[in-house]
């Protein structure tokens, strides 16, 4: 890895001619509808939206959403498929670095998924993690350490070496799991997962193989 995960590139990632292009519609991944559908409706982040996939799927089931991202482009991206889906009025888009955010408010539920700061994971997690109110669920979808990944869950193929593999956008299951043995967390579910993405409509590559980390918790 040459760089870092600053805005500059992620609006890279996310811009004209940027790897997530071609992935921009991707639907949601199949985690959220797992661990989240049996949940009482209430506020939801969803913390790294991208092109808000989860974050318009939680719209969907009731939620009413903040989708937060630290790229304009993403965001932009993201408030027109609201528009185009009719609920526009049903999610905030914010702007902001969440390694540093203090919003000032919980959600009933927070969401995250192969989202991967500057911080490092198990930094970027404990922050967000702050902002789920007492008795709400944290949902973390994570790239796991040590194994070959599609990059970004954009169903864009990293080569080896490439993000896909960088150590700080990954995590283990021990790591997250430790994170959240303080007291004050319930761990829910825990697991790790290897699914096969069919690549974007637009996009000729194969499929790709993602190997995946699912934490949930519950706030006490
Ligand atoms: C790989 S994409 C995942 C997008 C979406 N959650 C999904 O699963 O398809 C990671 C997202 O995290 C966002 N991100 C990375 N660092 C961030 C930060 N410090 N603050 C807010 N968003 C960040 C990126 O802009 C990007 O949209």
Excluded: K
Excluded at 78 to 83: C, F, P, Q, V
């Amino acid at each position: 890895m040459d760089h870092e995960f600053d805005q500059s590139y992620w609006e890279r990632h996310w811009g004209a001619g940027g790897s997530a292009m071609s992935g921009r519609q991707l639907p949601v991944n199949p985690y959220l509808l797992a661990e989240t559908a049996h949940l009482r409706t209430g506020t939801a982040l969803d913390a790294g939206t991208g092109t808000g996939a989860e974050a318009l799927w939680l719209a969907e089931q009731g939620w009413q959403v903040t989708g937060a991202d630290i790229s304009t482009t993403a965001l932009e991206a993201a408030a027109r498929r609201a528009s185009d889906a009719g609920l526009a009025g049903q999610v905030e888009w914010i702007q902001a670095d969440l390694s540093s955010w203090e919003p000032g408010r919980l959600w009933d539920l927070v969401v995250t998924s192969y989202a991967h700061p500057a911080t490092g994971q198990l930094p970027f997690y404990r922050h967000i993690a702050s902002w789920v109110a007492p008795g709400g669920t944290l949902l973390i979808v994570a790239h796991l350490r040590g194994h070959h990944t599609g990059g970004h869950g954009d169903q864009q193929v990293s080569p080896p070496g490439d993000d896909g593999h960088a150590e700080n956008a990954t995590a283990t299951l021990a790591g997250v799991t430790e994170l959240f043995a303080a007291p004050g967390w319930s761990i829910v579910a825990c697991y790790e997962n290897t699914r096969t993405v069919a690549p974007a409509a637009s996009s000729a590559g194969p499929p790709v193989e993602l190997n995946d980390l699912v934490v949930r918790l519950h706030r006490l």
